[in-house]
């Protein structure tokens, strides 16, 4: 079982790397809503084997990506409701579409200067030598 879950981890920590790298390039709805999927699997897979890893590190590594978590979220969240306005027939043209729009553009950039700090610091190989991957 703990082969198994040092594979199944190091496979979804990957797969977080690939999704940062996309999110930084193309910060468009569906690259931002696959980095928060990836985040959340690799939480939870950080939760369900946490027995089979040293010390506090899965603990520690989910409270970090609560926090990129919580960046995408406010990305999403504004994609989500553009995208509802959009349905409901509201035009692109009014003040209140324009102020959501500066507001995810604001967003995406917290969210790209986060992930050039989590790149910048190597997160991917910290992780693994700390989760003896």
């Not at 991917?124 to 989760?131: A, G, P």
Request: proline share 3%.
């Amino acid at each position: 079982m703990r082969e198994y879950a040092r594979l199944q981890t190091a496979i979804l920590l990957r797969r977080l790397a690939y999704q940062l790298t996309r999110a930084a390039k193309s910060a468009d709805p569906e690259s931002i809503h696959d980095l928060r999927v990836s985040i959340r699997r690799l939480s939870g897979c950080l939760r369900v084997f946490a027995q089979f890893y040293p010390g506090n590190a899965p603990k520690r590594i989910r409270q970090r990506l609560g926090k990129l978590r919580e960046s995408a979220g406010v990305v999403r969240d504004l994609d989500i409701t553009l995208e509802l306005m959009g349905q409901a027939g509201v035009s692109p043209r009014t003040s209140w579409v324009a102020r959501l729009q500066d507001d995810r553009r604001q967003a995406c950039r917290r969210l790209e200067r986060e992930i050039r700090v989590w790149k910048y610091r190597g997160f991917s190989r910290k992780w693994r030598n700390r989760l003896d991957l």
